[in-house]
Structures are given as structure tokens and as C-alpha cells.
């Protein structure tokens, strides 16, 4: 079957309804382009979303184009296989922000201007991990047999790295873990975010001003040891 329009407009498929050739319907251009509701795709396939996909599994093997939502382009995918009744996954643009997800559940977002989250549609950094249920906020790190797992922090132009612990949004109760280029020394600073409680390097190591305790909790003085104490001079 060979369909031919005319040389400047190239095949349009439309329905009995459109009598009067408005309905965009596909369009195969002079540019072998094919457009699916554009009269004028410019991609060798463009489709232009208007139908809102149902969240609800269909039970088939498919792939679908469409909306989420109004102005929310989506490309969904679905199952057969019924082992999850909320079984079909979704890629969808809001507003410029990607989400990848399933029905009911929202499990990564990537914001405009570049932030990533898991768990959370609001990431404040450029990766942020949330546990929105009941439970731990967990990151797995797992080698093979054959490697060590590892995390490694990168600096530019010798800057200093840190690690924080923040009790919820307050920005007050910051704790952190520093490793300090100038001083070529580990800082952790459990009380505030300022002030160094416990600091080493490679010629020294000291505590600021708490008490120590080896063998015992609660320290009552600078040092207190429970059991013996060796001293030697080489």
C-alpha cells in the first residue's frame, strides 16, 4: 500500500470526524518525521501528549505516552505480571522537575536546578536520601570478593572536608566530622560546629577539654583509668 499526500504537506491519518481536516491525527512530513497529535514533529518521532494515563494496572504488557496529570508528560510502563498490585512504573516531567516512580510511590526526583532525591521530592542538596516510613534512612555500600568498599571525598584547591549530623531542619544543632587541609589533621566537633572536641594529625592528638576514661564511663577527672597503667622509656 503506498499512501502519498500532497508534496509540501506529506501524509496525514485522521478519523471520519475530522471532515474538515482540523484533527491532527499522524502525520508522516516530508521529512519522513512522524507526528502523533502535531501536524509538524520535529524529531523523527514526536508525540504530543493530551490523553491522561489511568493509574490503575491494565494486567497487559504495554508501554504508554501520555499525561499524568495536566501538563505532565509521562512515559509509563507496564505488566502482566501480577506479583505487585501497584505494578506500573512512570518516568514524568512536572514543570521541568523528572520523577521516576511507581503508582503510590514516588522513589526518585530530580529537581531543575540539579538536587537528586530518594525518597523525598524536595532534595536541599544535590543528593538526599529520605526514609518517609517508620524506620532507618540506610546507605549500602557492598564490594565483591575482589574490592574494598570505599568513600572517597574530593577536594579542589585544598579545601577542607566534612561530614555533618544535623538533629532536623535546625541548622543550630550541626555536628560535624572535618578533615582540615591546612592542619593536615581529623577534627570532630560533637557539641557545636565550631569548636574542636577531639583533634589528631600526625604529630599530635588531644582532647580540648574533656575528660577521658579508659575501662570506664563517666570520667570524673582528665584521666581516669580502670586497671593498670604501663609507662616506658625507650
Known amino acids: 500500500i503506498v499512501l502519498r499526500g500532497a508534496s509540501s504537506h506529506g501524509v496525514r491519518i485522521m478519523s471520519n470526524s475530522a471532515a474538515d481536516?482540523?484533527?491532527?491525527?499522524?502525520?508522516?512530513?516530508t521529512s519522513y518525521n512522524v507526528g502523533i497529535g502535531t501536524t509538524s514533529p520535529d524529531a523523527n518521532l514526536e508525540v504530543v501528549a493530551s490523553t491522561v494515563i489511568p493509574n490503575a494496572s491494565?494486567?497487559?504488557?504495554?508501554?504508554?505516552?501520555?499525561?499524568?496529570?495536566?501538563?505532565?508528560?509521562?512515559?509509563q510502563f507496564d505488566t502482566a505480571d501480577t506479583t505487585h498490585?501497584?505494578?506500573?512504573?512512570?518516568?514524568?516531567?512536572?514543570?521541568?522537575?523528572?520523577?521516576?516512580?511507581?503508582?503510590?510511590?514516588?522513589?526518585?526526583?530530580?529537581?531543575?536546578?540539579?538536587?537528586v532525591g530518594?525518597?523525598?521530592?524536595?532534595?536541599?542538596?544535590?543528593?538526599?536520601?529520605?526514609?518517609?516510613?517508620?524506620?532507618?534512612?540506610?546507605?549500602?555500600?557492598?564490594?565483591t570478593s575482589a574490592g574494598d568498599p570505599g568513600i572517597t571525598m574530593v577536594?579542589?584547591?585544598?579545601r577542607t572536608g566534612?561530614?555533618?549530623?544535623?538533629?532536623?531542619?535546625?541548622?543550630?544543632?550541626?555536628?560535624?566530622?572535618t578533615y582540615d587541609h591546612a592542619d593536615q589533621a581529623f577534627?570532630?566537633?560533637?557539641?557545636?560546629?565550631?569548636?574542636?572536641?577531639?583533634?589528631?594529625?600526625?604529630?599530635?592528638?588531644?582532647?580540648?577539654?574533656?575528660?577521658v576514661g579508659i575501662g570506664v564511663t563517666g570520667p570524673q577527672s582528665k584521666l581516669q583509668v580502670d586497671g593498670g597503667i604501663q609507662m616506658a622509656d625507650d
Open 21 to 29: 481536516n482540523s484533527e491532527t491525527g499522524i502525520t508522516l512530513d
Open 85 to 115: 498490585t501497584n505494578r506500573k512504573w512512570g518516568l514524568t516531567n512536572i514543570a521541568g522537575d523528572f520523577y521516576v516512580g511507581r503508582t503510590g510511590l514516588n522513589v526518585m526526583t530530580m529537581k531543575n536546578d540539579g538536587n
Open 155 to 158: 577536594s579542589i584547591n585544598d
Open 118 to 143: 530518594i525518597g523525598t521530592d524536595d532534595p536541599d542538596t544535590k543528593l538526599h536520601v529520605k526514609n518517609e516510613s517508620a524506620g532507618d534512612a540506610m546507605l549500602t555500600i557492598q564490594a
Open 187 to 211: 577534627k570532630m566537633c560533637a557539641h557545636n560546629q565550631t569548636s574542636t572536641d577531639f583533634y589528631v594529625s600526625e604529630t599530635q592528638a588531644y582532647f580540648a577539654g574533656q575528660n
Open 162 to 177: 566534612n561530614i555533618f549530623y544535623r538533629d532536623g531542619a535546625a541548622s543550630s544543632t550541626f555536628r560535624k566530622f
Open 58 to 75: 491494565d494486567g497487559v504488557n504495554s508501554i504508554l505516552m501520555g499525561l499524568s496529570g495536566s501538563n505532565r508528560t509521562a512515559l
